[in-house]
């Protein structure tokens, strides 16, 4: 049994959750990135294409989103009819600012022979302008349903997307953003890392630069990591990514050793994302008990960054092989 945690006027914050949650007939959602509370008093923890599934499929009135605005906008578009809460509102991402929509919309125009795959970590304007969204776990399975010769624009990671053009032969055009916590990563200070544990795999996300992946013994989201992490017979492993998710790799395997990948610095505190940082267990009890931040989003926008989002479902789901999806005009016509 974990102690209280305390605060706002000595309130017992774990138990005042559980009881807003059961009154609101709410679900909390988090991020394998959320501090351990967050992550320990969570419904459900996951990836981003494991947590749009979620917010798909719940049936709770509300939905207390503890990752970044993105994420919580994707539990909106596809359940409206449902209170969105995020815990701060502030809670953004550097790729989603590397993409602003009237430039991206510019590119696009640019590019209409192009199929315009988006990573999820975007804007709902963004994904509005999209055919397909994905995530860093659908990503590969859904470029394997679009034919070889479909010209692809990617945004907005240059990292990811050359890492899927040199695993799968493709020649997409990148959109130039990055996540910073991802190109944080020190290429120096993981060789030193590995010099002193040479049997410990690395696992990396696709979001790192090539001078990072290229090191990785294997490279995915932020659940095939974990998924990595244990059932590797390694029993030390380097991890990386956002080192929260390693919290749940002790929980899960606590006779093993899991290192966090090194920022330049040598250590792991520049590669913590400031924006998942941002929620906190004071602000989820308060985004249940005022029902705000809450998210809100016209509903032209809602139903252009739907149709992206209910294709990367349908194929992330799909059985299907190569060649099920069209060209830009195809894809869009569903
Ligand atoms: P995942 O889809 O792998 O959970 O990644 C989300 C993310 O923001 C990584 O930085
Ligand atoms: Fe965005 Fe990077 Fe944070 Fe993921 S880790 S939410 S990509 S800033």
Same mark, same amino acid.
């Given at each position: 049994?974990?102690? &209280? !945690?305390?605060?706002?006027?000595?309130?017992?914050?774990?138990?005042?959750?559980?009881?807003?949650?059961?009154?609101?007939?709410?679900?909390?959602?988090?991020?394998?990135?959320?501090?351990? %509370?967050?992550?320990?008093?969570?419904?459900? *923890?996951?990836?981003?294409?494991?947590?749009?599934?979620?917010?798909?499929?719940?049936? +709770?009135? !509300?939905?207390? #989103?503890?990752? *970044?605005?993105?994420?919580?906008? $994707?539990?909106?578009?596809?359940?409206?009819?449902?209170?969105? $809460?995020?815990?701060?509102?502030?809670?953004?991402?550097?790729?989603?600012?590397?993409?602003?929509? %009237?430039?991206?919309?510019? =590119?696009?125009?640019?590019?209409?022979?192009?199929?315009?795959?988006?990573?999820?970590?975007?804007?709902?304007?963004?994904?509005?302008?999209?055919?397909?969204? $994905?995530?860093?776990?659908?990503?590969?399975?859904?470029?394997?349903?679009?034919?070889?010769?479909?010209?692809?624009?990617? +945004?907005?990671?240059?990292?990811?997307?050359?890492? =899927?053009?040199?695993?799968?032969?493709?020649?997409?055009?990148?959109?130039?953003?990055?996540?910073?916590?991802?190109? +944080?990563?020190? %290429?120096?200070?993981?060789?030193?890392?590995?010099?002193?544990?040479?049997?410990? &795999?690395?696992?990396?996300?696709?979001?790192?630069?090539?001078?990072?992946?290229?090191? +990785?013994?294997?490279?995915?989201?932020?659940?095939?990591?974990?998924? #990595?992490?244990?059932?590797?017979?390694?029993?030390?492993?380097? !991890?990386?990514?956002?080192?929260?998710?390693?919290?749940?790799?002790?929980?899960?395997?606590?006779?093993?050793? #899991?290192?966090?990948?090194?920022?330049?610095?040598?250590?792991?505190?520049?590669? @913590?994302?400031?924006? @998942?940082?941002?929620?906190? /267990? %004071?602000?989820?009890?308060?985004?249940?008990?005022?029902?705000?931040?809450?998210?809100?989003?016209?509903?032209?926008?809602? /139903?252009?960054?739907?149709?992206?989002?209910?294709? @990367?479902?349908?194929?992330?789901?799909?059985?299907?092989?190569?060649?099920?999806?069209?060209?830009?005009?195809?894809?869009?016509?569903?």
């Amino acid at each position: 049994m974990n102690a &209280p !945690v305390t605060n706002l006027a000595g309130l017992d914050l774990r138990a005042e959750i559980d009881r807003l949650r059961k009154e609101r007939n709410a679900v909390i959602l988090a991020h394998y990135y959320q501090v351990p %509370e967050i992550q320990d008093l969570a419904d459900f *923890v996951g990836d981003s294409l494991d947590l749009s599934k979620k917010a798909a499929e719940t049936d +709770a009135e !509300v939905i207390a #989103f503890c990752g *970044v605005r993105f994420m919580a906008e $994707v539990a909106k578009i596809l359940s409206p009819q449902k209170t969105v $809460v995020l815990p701060d509102m502030a809670a953004g991402c550097s790729l989603e600012d590397s993409c602003p929509p %009237e430039q991206f919309a510019a =590119f696009r125009a640019a590019h209409l022979d192009h199929l315009a795959l988006t990573y999820i970590n975007c804007s709902a304007a963004v994904k509005a302008h999209s055919d397909i969204i $994905v995530t860093s776990s659908s990503v590969e399975k859904i470029l394997a349903q679009i034919p070889q010769d479909q010209k692809i624009l990617f +945004a907005p990671d240059k990292n990811m997307g050359a890492y =899927f053009n040199r695993k799968t032969g493709r020649d997409m055009l990148l959109w130039q953003g990055a996540c910073i916590v991802h190109e +944080a990563f020190s %290429e120096t200070e993981l060789l030193k890392l590995k010099m002193q544990y040479p049997d410990a &795999p690395i696992a990396a996300h696709p979001e790192c630069p090539a001078y990072i992946l290229d090191y +990785a013994d294997q490279v995915g989201s932020t659940r095939a990591i974990l998924e #990595f992490a244990l059932t590797s017979p390694a029993d030390t492993i380097i !991890v990386a990514t956002e080192p929260h998710i390693i919290h749940q790799m002790q929980k899960a395997a606590p006779h093993k050793t #899991f290192i966090g990948a090194p920022g330049a610095d040598g250590n792991c505190n520049c590669n @913590m994302c400031p924006y @998942m940082a941002m929620n906190s /267990l %004071e602000k989820l009890y308060l985004a249940l008990r005022d029902l705000n931040p809450r998210i809100e989003m016209d509903e032209e926008t809602r /139903l252009a960054a739907k149709r992206p989002l209910d294709k @990367m479902l349908e194929m992330a789901a799909a059985t299907v092989g190569q060649g099920d999806v069209g060209r830009p005009a195809m894809a869009k016509a569903d």
